[in-house]
């Protein structure tokens, strides 16, 4: 352990740069495999750097050609350079210019982070400390520049040029096969959004014009014959763009604004001032190979980097422990925004669900770490579900307890105090507190605690004063390096529901712990007292999951069931049968776990059956609500001695019961639901929805014609999401028929890799026997690709994280062949080899002898001298 401890970064070791960066004019000269970059630096010295401190510029597997200083070469005893570093040993203590040759290989890099080649197309990934694999550079988001461009390269092998900023001139270079374009960023921005893109693509264009005049070009640009399928991206940007205006009152300010889809690719999209690049799956989109799941996601993350232009951008962060400053918030905005394209409750919990199936578990195993991080060994590991998604809860709680109004002016404050800065959560929070007149202390302890807080709520009622007591318990237990925590400021949105199903308007007496419906849990344990209570009401607590939280109340089953009837927050009658469901599976996993079946509850099925006939339901509510726990969910409420073919079992037997219980309704609703032509608006979907909701169920039910009806689906539908739905209940319930549509759907997408990736993840996530092997031989089919990141997550990552039976197989199979993948994965790409292994980071909660599997193959991994700093990372922490 001590050798990689060296490497840790602090966040208590920040200190501001000793030099400044004013201005960046790069010229870049493509070649594909020694492109030359030529990088001309306006150095100065912060204030109060004392003259002769080092200079050390960051670099990653560099060669410095040549080196000028001020338009001389220097001494060779006055620098030092090596592929990390740059440095130069006594600067002058004057403003200086620095001017750089690099030559760097694009065709080798199979990383993906620096300037890199997909399908021919030149591109850079710069977040987090990419830039330094380009030039020798002050590579940390303190540091802000303004950027000149100039790319050179050949014409025919790229004849589109793009950088950050305005286009400023362009042309040909005479007497050559070249061309160049100049693009200039008035903006200073931090190296991380820096990016260039050259190759030849094809390209659909639009415009916008910003409320205060100014006409933006906008444009998308992919590989030649995709631009059909590039309207929904164009249309989600226009849209993007006009909510920011009227919701934040935020504009664009550049001329132009360019999207680039790439084929390979890390992540998901990247924020790169006027340049965003794309992975092509949140950017290509047409009714016959996206689902609606993809339109709502191309939807998002279309919204969600062009939200960063303010929230990411203008107001970038100060080092990277502050990285939640700006996907927390702006996670929250996009979340916001398709909320206001969409269904609102149905949002809130489908991002709920995401929340808990993605985020607490994390918070509940080794790498656990708080919204703001303290510490890291590759910043890289730190794009996690807990610094985006509850990130976003925590800005989602302050708007809770500041109200709309004192939120909006808190916002409206950081952008206008911050506009230009690199910012910290101190300085965000300090504008809302001031803003809202508030302490915001204890809140901040959201950014510090790791973990999922924990409530427990008892409750007593006194039909002879006409009162209710509220008793609240918080609980945090320890996390990897905090093993004891303060209690924290929680809100918690409450109804009282009265026997008639009406809310109860609440008279607190704490009221100053009680701001309209959200009571302000900030002790340990607090009581609250409601008057005027006459008969004994039915709680509602957390509505709209007011707080990422877990709850431990102890409603009757007949309570849930009145909530589930009756709450007037749509969000909590989802939690309710959620409720209802876990528990009725807990009981039944017990059961099996002692090597009992028990019989299915009679009350929560029929009740499934009166949502799923409630035609006063948005059908995407209801399939919401029919929708079970799944099997991850549920191995994280169990959380130790997870037995995961007990849980599977369970689930099925519940969902076979379901199926039976209303084969009819099923089949009928299948047959009648979602027969409009396509158009990917949120009622259609939630049809959509409702519909392979009731084929799964109809697969599971005794009608007899069940194969030939969802045979008739996978065959007859005219778009991806009914396809793919109907082709996953037949690969999951081994029906027959599932192969003929296989081998159809295999024929027909052929030669369209992200269609193909949803065929592998049908048959990688089948809960049977025979799918590691399956999975194995379908890394030899002629679609797949061990170097393209989306394939590999589309088949393995699908595995590892989508099917909980077959990847905790009892005989460890799943986790060698995991260790397997990660070996070979881990010299080309070590950030997806790293994300791949953090499958493994509910190892501790698995039954002993699945665990003891799970931890050979870790520590054999951690043994392996070569391992990446990232995977190592992962492994590491796993294991401690
Ligand atoms: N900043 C990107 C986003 O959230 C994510 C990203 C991180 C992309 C690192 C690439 C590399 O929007
Ligand atoms: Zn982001």
């Known amino acids: 352990m001590s050798t990689t401890d060296q490497t840790v970064v602090r966040l208590e070791d920040y200190r501001p740069p000793a030099y400044l960066i004013d201005r960046v004019d790069l010229d870049v000269r493509l070649h594909p495999s020694a492109t030359r970059v030529t990088a001309v630096l306006a150095i100065r010295p912060a204030e109060g750097t004392p003259a002769g401190t080092p200079l050390v510029l960051d670099g990653d597997g560099l060669r410095l050609e040549h080196l000028l200083l001020d338009g001389r070469s220097p001494e060779p005893e006055a620098y030092a350079a090596s592929p990390v570093a740059l440095t130069l040993h006594c600067p002058p ?4 210019r620095l001017e750089i040759e690099t030559v760097i290989n694009p065709e080798a890099n199979s990383a993906l982070m620096g300037l890199y080649r997909s399908s021919g197309t030149y591109c850079t990934q710069c977040e987090a400390e990419g830039f330094r694999r380009i030039t020798y550079f002050l590579d940390r988001p303190d540091v802000l520049a303004v950027y000149t461009t100039r790319i050179e390269a050949d014409r025919t092998e790229a004849p589109v040029l793009l950088g950050n900023g305005n286009p400023v001139e362009a042309g040909p270079i005479a007497g050559t096969e070249r061309h160049y374009a100049i693009w200039h960023d008035p903006h200073p921005k931090p190296a991380y959004l820096f990016a260039l893109v050259a190759g030849r693509l094809a390209s659909v264009h639009d415009t916008f014009t910003t409320r205060s005049g100014r006409l933006v070009r906008l444009a998308i640009h992919v590989e030649p014959g995709k631009e059909d399928m590039c309207g929904w991206a164009m249309d989600s940007l226009k849209r993007s763009m006009a909510w920011d205006e009227h919701v934040f009152g935020l504009e664009y300010d550049l001329d132009v604004f360019n999207i680039v889809a790439v084929s390979d690719f890390n992540m998901g999209a990247m924020e790169n001032k006027g340049l965003n690049i794309f992975n092509d799956k949140y950017v290509l989109a047409d009714p016959e190979t996206a689902t609606d799941q993809d339109y709502g996601h191309v939807e998002a993350v279309i919204a969600h980097e062009y939200f960063h232009n303010w929230t990411g951008n203008r107001i970038t962060c100060r080092d990277w422990f502050q990285l939640c400053l700006k996907e927390g918030l702006t996670v929250f905005r996009d979340q916001e925004f398709s909320s206001d394209m969409r269904s609102r409750p149905v949002k809130r919990i489908a991002d709920v669900r995401m929340l808990k199936s993605h985020q607490f578990p994390e918070d509940a195993g080794p790498l656990a770490h708080p919204v703001r991080p303290r510490a890291y060994r590759e910043i890289n590991n730190f794009y996690t579900a807990t610094v985006y998604e509850k990130g976003a809860e925590v800005v989602r709680m302050l708007k809770t307890l500041l109200g709309a109004e004192d939120f909006a002016a808190g916002m409206a ?38 973990g999922t807080p924990r409530l427990e709520v008892t409750s007593a009622h006194d039909p002879d004063t006409a009162t209710l007591s509220l008793t609240l318990t918080q609980s945090l237990g320890p996390t990897p390096g905090q093993a004891s925590k303060l209690p924290m400021l929680i809100p918690v949105r409450l109804g009282l529901i009265g026997p008639e199903g009406a809310d109860i308007g609440l008279r607190p007496r704490e009221r100053d ?4 419906d959200v009571l302000l849990l900030s002790e340990r344990s607090q009581t609250f007292t409601f008057d005027g209570v006459t008969e004994r009401p039915v709680l509602s607590l957390l509505r709209g999951f007011s707080a990422p939280v877990t709850v431990n109340a102890t409603p009757s089953p007949a309570d849930l069931l009145f909530l589930l009837q009756h709450d007037s927050d749509p969000f ?13 599976l807990m009981r039944l996993y017990a059961a099996r776990r002692k090597g009992d079946v028990l019989a299915v509850d009679a009350a929560l099925v029929s009740a499934l059956g009166d949502v799923l006939t409630d035609e006063d339901l948005d059908p995407a509510f209801r399939a919401q609500v029919l929708h079970l726990p799944g099997e991850a969910d549920l191995a994280r409420d169990i959380g130790r001695d997870v037995d995961p073919d007990a849980i599977l079992s369970a689930r099925t037997q519940l969902r076979h019961a379901i199926g039976r219980a209303h084969g009819q309704t099923f089949a009928s609703l299948a047959d009648r639901l979602g027969r409009r032509p396509f158009a990917p608006d949120a009622a259609d979907a939630g049809e959509r929805a409702l519909k392979g909701l009731c084929l799964a169920y109809l697969a599971v039910s005794d009608q007899d014609t069940r194969a030939d009806i969802i045979a008739r689906h996978a065959r007859e539908a005219d778009n991806m999401t009914d396809r793919i739905a109907a082709l996953s209940v037949l690969v999951h319930e081994h029906l027959a028929g599932a192969d003929t549509a296989l081998a159809a759907f295999e024929r027909r997408h052929a030669g369209h890799p992200l269609a193909m990736d949803k065929w592998f993840t049908v048959q990688a996530t089948s809960p049977h026997a025979g799918t590691l092997t399956i999975v194995d031989a379908l890394t030899r089919h002629p679609a797949f690709d061990w170097t393209n990141p989306n394939r590999v997550r589309a088949l393995v990552g699908a595995f590892t994280t989508g099917n909980q039976s077959q990847f905790t197989r009892p005989d460890g199979a799943g986790f060698v062949y995991l260790g397997d993948v990660v070996e070979r994965l881990d010299q080309r790409n070590p950030q997806l080899a790293a994300r791949l292994v953090s499958a493994f980071r509910s190892w501790q909660a698995l039954e002993p002898k699945r665990a003891a599997l799970a931890e050979g193959v870790l520590s054999k991994l951690a043994g392996r001298a070569t391992l990446s700093k990232d995977t190592r990372d992962i492994v590491e922490r796993c294991l401690a």
């Open 93 to 96: 203590a004057q403003p200086f």
């Open 413 to 450: 404050l950081y952008i206008r105090r911050h506009d230009g800065d690199a910012a910290t959560i101190e300085q965000f929070l300090a504008c809302f507190a001031e803003a809202g007149g508030r302490d915001l202390e204890q809140f901040a302890l959201w950014y510090e605690q790791a």
């Open 513 to 516: 712990r009680v701001q309209g």
């Open 572 to 584: 909590n009658r989802w939690q309710a049968a959620q409720d209802l469901a876990t528990r009725e």
